[in-house]
């Protein structure tokens, strides 16, 4: 069963950078997917208002002529969205399963994308050098985040 009080926490702890989220949904608590599915839509949220976060910071340290630090910004906005759009497709991955096999046992699967999740670590995602190409690919991913999140929401698990 959840523990209310750790899920209490998780849903009103202030938002960090949460590509390292605070594990306070210990791994066997994960064995529905209806659960995962909820945790991964939570860590979704978090991710989304950090990515917001730093995209000011980019457009106001650009704005200001902090060309570098606009530089660094629109990198973690980049690793953030990566991050964002595999939570999305684990999270309709998961509701694909859960329509396909209602009968089979899905803890094994659930804990793997779990985990993959929780221990993320952004700092493997290559980044272009390219700051045009970066631009286009963090608007793109922006619109496909949008297009995933509107098909989760339209596509609950049954």
């Known amino acids: ?11 009103n702890s202030p938002t960090k950078t949460t590509t390292k989220p605070n594990k306070l949904l210990p791994s066997s608590t994960m064995s529905s997917v209806e659960e995962a ?4 839509t939570k860590l979704e949220r978090a991710l989304d208002h950090d990515i917001k976060e730093h995209y000011e910071k980019a457009q106001a340290r650009h704005d200001g002529s902090n060309d570098k630090g606009a530089s660094i910004s629109m990198r973690k906005v980049y690793r953030l969205q990566v991050h964002q759009a595999k939570i999305l497709a684990a999270i309709i991955h998961l509701q694909e399963l ?13 804990q793997k994308i779990m985990d993959e999740h929780e221990n993320y670590d ?37």
């Open 1 to 11: 069963q959840l523990n209310n009080t750790k899920e209490q926490q998780y849903c």
């Open 37 to 40: 599915i909820e945790h991964l």
């Open 98 to 110: 859960t329509k396909k096999s209602l009968d089979k046992d899905l803890t094994k699967e659930v």
């Open 122 to 158: 952004d700092k493997n995602i290559e980044i272009p050098d390219d700051e045009a190409l970066l631009a286009r690919l963090l608007e793109g991913s922006k619109q496909h985040a949008k297009q995933a999140r509107r098909a989760s929401m339209a596509n609950p698990a049954a």
